[in-house]
């Protein structure tokens, strides 16, 4: 028995800004969406570069205020993309931080934080360990 992969479920509260946020400004794809009937809230799947992300206006699925991180290969490029989009409402800037991670963190319209990072102690060492 193995654990195959994780799928976060975010809650959001518009449709439209989620898209904007999700597609629009980081690069996310929308897979599907689905509704009960029109009208209802929305559940949509995004993806990008293998992360899916699940996004729900439905009360019971999540609460706002989640945190992922994600790693990425190389995050000063990724971190120059966001800001070269010019998103009214993010300006991402790159934190060193005392683990020795690079980060760019982005917070979405409905307050889940995306922490996108690259991992320096692997890239400076070579190692897959702390230890």
């Known amino acids: 028995m193995a654990l195959n992969s994780i799928i976060p479920v975010l809650r959001i509260f518009d449709e439209e800004k989620a898209l904007q946020f999700y597609t629009d400004f980081l690069g996310f794809t929308l897979d599907w969406k689905y509704a009960y009937?029109?009208?209802?809230?929305?559940?949509?799947?995004?993806?990008?570069?293998?992360?899916e992300l699940?996004?729900?206006?439905?009360?019971?699925?999540?609460?706002?205020?989640?945190?992922?991180?994600?790693?990425?290969?190389?995050?000063?490029?990724?971190?120059?993309h966001l800001v070269e989009k010019e998103y009214k409402y993010a300006k991402p800037d790159l934190e060193s931080t005392p683990w020795q991670a690079l980060e760019c963190r982005v917070t979405d319209p409905f307050g889940n934080r995306l922490i996108f990072y690259e991992d320096q102690y692997?890239?400076?060492?070579?190692?897959?360990?702390?230890?």
């Not at 009937?37 to 992360?51: A, L, N, R, T, V």
């Not at 692997?122 to 230890?131: C, F, I, Q, V």
């Open 54 to 80: 699940h996004l729900s206006e439905h009360h019971g699925d999540s609460c706002p205020g989640a945190a992922l991180r994600i790693e990425v290969d190389d995050i000063k490029t990724f971190q120059q």
């Open 122 to 131: 692997k890239e400076e060492n070579g190692a897959e360990s702390y230890e």
């Open 37 to 51: 009937e029109p009208g209802f809230p929305q559940y949509m799947q995004i993806s990008k570069d293998g992360i």
